[in-house]
């Protein structure tokens, strides 16, 4: 079993910036992947739908970031503090929502195969 667990979230303006970090406590093998995911306020998604947001493969370094937050997201890991973060910059509106943590498998040849665990997700809210 692993649990995850957000911290950072909070109220940005437009333009700010805004750091969340995800801890990881394993107790059995959660796989290389780990990435950052968001759902829109008031709009319940079951995980898999959510919106990918950015995610990486520590096996072979493979990051994705989704097309909206490029340049301005950037995804890291610190493996002797099982600590993954996401540093959003450049902030807009309609970044706001709830962002969870995932952590999972990677597939053959790099990329991220499956999410099998979650945190319980962080608000972040960015005003014009």
């Known amino acids: 079993q692993v649990q995850l667990a957000e911290s950072g979230g909070g109220s940005a303006q437009s333009g700010g910036s805004l750091r969340l970090s995800c801890i990881a406590v394993?107790?059995?093998?959660?796989?290389?992947?780990v990435g950052w995911f968001r759902q829109a306020p008031g709009i319940e998604r079951a995980p898999l739908e959510r919106e990918k947001v950015a995610t990486i493969d520590t096996g072979s370094s493979t990051k994705y970031y989704a097309d909206s937050v490029k340049g301005r997201f950037t995804i890291s890991t610190d493996k002797a503090k099982n600590t993954v973060y996401l540093q959003m910059n450049a902030l807009k509106p309609d970044d706001t929502g709830i962002y969870f943590c995932?952590?999972?498998?990677?597939?053959?040849?790099?990329?991220?195969?499956?999410?099998?665990?979650w945190g319980q997700g962080t608000q972040v809210t960015v005003s014009s």
């Open positions: 995932a952590a999972g498998l990677s597939r053959l040849g790099g990329g991220c195969l499956t999410w099998d665990y």
């Open positions: 394993e107790h059995t093998n959660s796989g290389n992947c």
